[in-house]
């Protein structure tokens, strides 16, 4: 294992730990977490290269099709290409 590696906490890039869902169905980082050196690089990797991440991708594209910031074929659009993603994804984490 890295020295980096070694430097950063348990929690680091937990979605369900430094970004969970609140009662209102919105996500939103703990106190703990703002006060941690790594939360930047920290949300970025839970969020961009997570498992989970796609999916508040997800979130954030139906909130808007909700909100009519986005037509359905827009949001239609986004959640494919979302889902090639994660697909790409696991198809590379299947190659090692």
Avoid at 33 to 38: G, K, L, V
Avoid at 45 to 53: N, P, R, V
Avoid at 63 to 81: L, N
Wanted: charged share 35%.
């Amino acid at each position: 294992m890295s020295e980096l590696k070694k430097d950063l906490p348990e929690c680091f890039s937990d979605l369900d730990i430094v970004f969970p869902l609140t009662k209102n169905g919105l996500r939103e980082s703990p106190e703990k977490c703002m006060a941690c050196d790594h939360k930047t690089p920290c949300l970025r990797e839970a969020i961009q290269k997570g498992q989970k991440g796609a999916s508040v991708q997800e979130e954030y594209v139906d909130r808007a099709y909700k909100s009519g910031s986005i037509s359905f074929w827009s949001r239609w659009s986004r959640k494919k290409s979302l889902n090639r993603m994660a697909q790409k994804k696991l198809q590379s984490k299947k190659k090692y």
